[in-house]
């Protein structure tokens, strides 16, 4: 069970469900890391673009994208 929403995903009670919009910015943000650009670039960029953050609002961290890219969660779906 999961006690939270990651990023790119929406819960249907124990199941998580793609997101449509946020898997393409997961996309983009691993695209975008394997040509070499730092998680603060990354971040930059989806501010720029006004990509929302999980929550709908706010700045992207550089973390918060480490995270999502270096997710177990999100590299299954890299790998499919």
Known sequence: MFNHEPYGYARNGDELIAVEAEQAAIGLMREW??????????????????????????RW???????????DLHS???AA
Do not use: N, Y
Request: include cysteine; glycine fraction near 10%; aromatic fraction near 4%.
């Open 33 to 58: 890391r394997a040509c070499g650009w730092t998680f603060r670039r990354i971040a930059r960029e989806l501010d720029a673009a006004g990509t929302p953050t999980k929550i709908g609002m706010g």
């Open 61 to 71: 961290h550089p973390q918060t994208i480490k995270d999502i890219v270096e997710s």
């Open 76 to 78: 299954s779906e890299a």
